[in-house]
């Protein structure tokens, strides 16, 4: 079993920053790439940014220049520091993990339960 626990979501007016947090725990060898999804109401969800174990990054166009993805592979955290944040970043954002239980073992993907975040004034 893993979980990945989710913090720092919360309403911020236009323009504001929050950031959100993702801790890993359980029952893993390894875990690998980890991002970060949202779903806004009446949408599917989209990725918004991820991160390899070694730190290679990915942007959704929308995120680009606004937001930016961290990892602490010490900590099995990844953390999503959102800036400028605009009224259309409002959604739950859902934190993402590609494990593995044993070394060799196929890939899990795992979910978080998600946050909320609000951008209004």
């Known amino acids: 079993q893993v979980q990945l626990v989710e913090s720092g979501g919360g309403l911020v007016q236009p323009g504001g920053s929050l950031r959100l947090s993702c801790a890993a725990s359980g029952n893993f060898y390894s875990i690998n790439a980890m991002g970060w999804y949202r779903q806004a109401p009446g949408k599917e969800r989209e990725l918004v940014a991820s991160?390899?174990?070694?730190?290679?990054?990915y942007y959704a166009e929308s995120a680009k220049g606004r937001f930016t993805i961290s990892r602490d592979n010490a900590k099995n955290t990844v953390y999503l520091q959102m800036n400028t944040l605009k009224p259309e970043d409002t959604a739950v954002y859902y934190c993402?993990?590609?494990?593995?239980?044993?070394?060799?073992?196929?890939?899990?993907?795992?979910w978080g339960q998600g946050t909320h975040v609000t951008v209004s004034s």
């Open positions: 991160i390899t174990s070694s730190g290679t990054t």
């Open positions: 993402n993990a590609k494990t593995k239980r044993y070394y060799g073992a196929t890939e899990i993907t795992q």
